[in-house]
């Protein structure tokens, strides 16, 4: 069954340095979305993305987040300027379709975000 | 603001016992709903969803049951597992938009 993927499966870095995270959705996904969960808490969205664009952003997706599709398989999402409390486990998701036409959104595994 | 809750944080079952979860939600624009099992390290896996336009939906072992007029959304398994034993969140989405909002989670933890 096809499935996302992400990495890596951890990433650990210093406070203030860049990090890109990697995700490649099911490949005839057309909405991509990266969330995010801080342990012991919910599921929180981030954004989503379609068309080469962003569709929705939440208020935590602020100026240090951005996201990017590189290529026909790669969906990634970049924090500029790392801060303590940006750790936590960063879900992709990827669906068919939305509106009308519902499709479920299938997740990754996640990349765990350690900020030191 | 709007959210999506759940009624009980943990839920203990026997093996083979019949599991409900419930939620409730409070965006009554919201039109699709979905419940996501989370096993530990894993992301949310889907299990079943619903459309507004429903008030049941059954898949293998699982049936959701949406009820518009109180906003609740409860998940049925059916002859629980070992293996069912996770997380369960309800995520709903809003009209028109693509956003997910989850609720916190119900611990599930069957015993065999």
């Known amino acids: 069954e096809p499935e996302v993927t992400q990495t890596p499966s951890h990433q650990v870095t210093q406070m203030g340095q860049e990090v890109i995270l990697r995700c490649v959705p099911i490949?005839?996904?057309?909405?991509f979305y990266w969330y995010r969960q801080i342990l012991g808490q919910k599921v929180e969205f981030l954004v989503s993305?379609?068309?080469?664009?962003?569709?929705?952003k939440s208020e935590i997706f602020d100026d240090q987040f951005s996201v990017e599709r590189p290529d026909g398989s790669n969906f990634t999402l970049k924090i500029r300027s790392t801060k303590l409390e940006d750790s936590a486990m960063y879900f992709c998701?990827?669906?068919?379709?939305?509106?009308?036409?519902?499709?479920?959104?299938?997740f990754g595994d996640g990349t765990r975000l350690s900020i030191l | 603001g709007e959210s999506v809750g759940l009624h009980l944080p943990t839920l203990s079952v026997q093996e083979g016992d019949n599991s409900i979860i419930n939620c409730a939600y409070s965006?009554?624009?919201?039109?699709?709903f979905i419940w996501y099992k989370q096993e530990s390290g894993k992301g949310p896996q889907f299990i079943i969803d619903?459309?507004?336009?429903?008030d049941k939906r059954q898949g293998q072992r699982v049936t959701v049951l949406l009820n518009k007029t109180v906003k609740h959304l409860s998940l049925q398994i059916a002859a629980t597992q070992p293996g069912d034993s996770a997380v369960y969140f309800c995520?709903?989405?809003?009209?028109?938009?693509?956003?997910?909002?989850f609720g916190k989670g119900t611990m599930l933890l069957v015993s065999p």
């Open positions: 965006n009554s624009a919201s039109d699709y």
């Open positions: 993305f379609y068309n080469n664009e962003i569709s929705e």
């Open positions: 490949s005839n996904h057309l909405y």
């Open positions: 619903i459309r507004s336009n429903m």
């Open positions: 995520a709903e989405k809003g009209s028109g938009y693509s956003t997910l909002t």
């Open positions: 998701a990827s669906s068919e379709s939305v509106g009308t036409g519902n499709q479920p959104q299938h």
